[in-house]
């Protein structure tokens, strides 16, 4: 190979793997976050089993304030995951095109690029699959939860809030199924799909604020 393409390969290389590196550091520093505010808010929820009725609403109270923390933090990671997606995909088509009117030294440092760019496009799916499967894990929590909190009504409001929280573990699993489907998607299919599984998590937010909200006001 000339010096000329080793050159604009380096050149290429070295573009890719900064962006990578920045990309890499704020999605560690995002997950550091996650990962604190899922500890204290689990740590709570273990104290929650022991209190008495009027301790609980306070930490009730307290949990919820921590979750809708998570919940923006992780918001925020899967927006920046989704945006790096966007990129990567316009660079691979980019490439493509390149590609179709590039010389034969032109080629070589190109399908380098192409190459590793497809590889941080995996990458970063990966990642976004494993922050909506955390995403899942805390919601199916969440509905434990609620479940725990209905068993301590009396036996008729039980009995009417049972059907919520049936449908809230039917949603859960729909959800689920939905992001499997999602890891095992091609690049075509993905961007569809995962607003699927964006869409069924919604649903099962909903479910379980109305669920909450049902077994509040139930005596």
């Excluded at 998570?70 to 990129?87: C, G």
């Excluded at 070589?108 to 990458?123: F, G």
């Excluded at 961007?191 to 005596?219: N, P, Y």
Aim: proline share 0%.
């Amino acid at each position: 190979m000339s010096s000329k393409p080793q050159a604009l390969k380096d050149k290429v290389t070295a573009n890719l793997e900064a962006d990578k590196k920045a990309f890499h550091d704020a999605t560690t520093k995002a997950q550091g976050q996650i990962d604190a505010a899922t500890a204290d808010i689990n740590k709570i929820r273990a104290e929650l089993k022991t209190q008495a009725a009027d301790a609980k609403a306070k930490t009730m109270a307290r949990i919820d304030e921590l979750t809708k923390n998570l919940d923006a933090i992780r918001k925020e990671q899967q927006d920046r995951i989704e945006a790096r997606l966007k990129e990567l995909h316009a660079e691979v088509n980019s490439l493509n095109a390149e590609l179709k009117h590039a010389t034969a030294e032109q080629k070589v440092a190109l399908e380098a690029k192409l190459k590793a760019v497809h590889e941080e496009y995996d990458a970063a799916r990966r990642a976004l699959t494993a922050n909506l499967e955390a995403e899942l894990a805390e919601w199916k929590t969440r509905i434990d939860t609620a479940r725990e909190a209905a068993a301590e009504k009396s036996v008729a409001a039980k009995a009417a809030i049972q059907a919520k929280i049936t449908d809230l573990h039917a949603k859960h699993e729909a959800a689920q199924k939905k992001l499997h489907a999602l890891k095992q998607a091609n690049a075509a299919a993905f961007d569809e799909m995962h607003h699927g599984v964006l869409a069924a998590i919604t649903d099962v937010k909903t479910a379980v604020q109305h669920a909450r909200a049902d077994i509040k006001a139930a005596s």
